[in-house]
């Protein structure tokens, strides 16, 4: 099914050059002068190789039809992650590095949706957003009171993202999967 270069997102299946590829960042780029484009980053299927390609917005690609199953994540065993079919309670493999750098909010029990390819599972998709806790944040500096501003944090993770200023060490935020942002407050 062709579809257009800026709706592509992470976790899409796409044929490009007679190769499978899955999606895994994208960035969309509005020049000054001309026409925005999209960088997408992605990793043949078959080989494991990453590449990156830039399309025009308005681009076609072709989206390859897999089959989405729900899945629960039991256990990371060193580059090895391991599922279970909700359905079936089968037991599925995917490499850790198939997840990109999204791997880092996979949790214990986490309902995520795998996607197959002729019986292959290619893709993971986590949910759009987590609930994680603020290891470390810097503390504010008086006087930095503007409404848009931001301080870094370490999630329990380990990642590192950006959070408002009242949000401190030990509190629980809500995070984007797709592009490791701050979405707001996670309401316990």
């Known amino acids: 099914m062709k579809i257009q270069a800026n709706t592509i997102r992470p976790g899409n299946v796409i044929e490009y050059q007679e190769h499978q590829y899955t999606v895994l960042k994208i960035n969309v780029f509005k020049a000054g002068k001309g026409g925005a484009f999209i960088q997408v980053e992605m990793r043949d299927i078959q080989s494991g190789l990453k590449t990156n390609e830039r399309w025009r917005t308005n681009d076609s690609v072709e989206k390859l039809n897999v089959e989405e199953r729900a899945c ?55 949910p759009q957003t987590v609930a994680m806790t603020i290891n470390e944040a810097d503390p504010v500096v008086k006087g930095q009171t503007a409404s848009s501003s931001y301080k870094p944090a370490v999630l329990e993770n380990g990642m590192r993202i950006m959070v408002p200023l009242h949000i401190a060490a030990g509190t629980r935020v809500v995070v984007n999967t797709s592009d490791g942002t701050y979405a707001e407050r996670a309401k316990d």
């Open 72 to 126: 629960t994540f039991l256990f990371a065993d060193g580059e090895i992650l391991t599922f279970m079919d909700t359905e079936t309670y089968e037991q599925i493999t995917i490499p850790r590095d198939a997840l990109g750098d999204s791997v880092g909010f996979l949790q214990n029990g986490m309902e995520v949706t795998v996607d197959f390819i002729e019986g292959k599972s290619i893709a993971v998709q986590l």
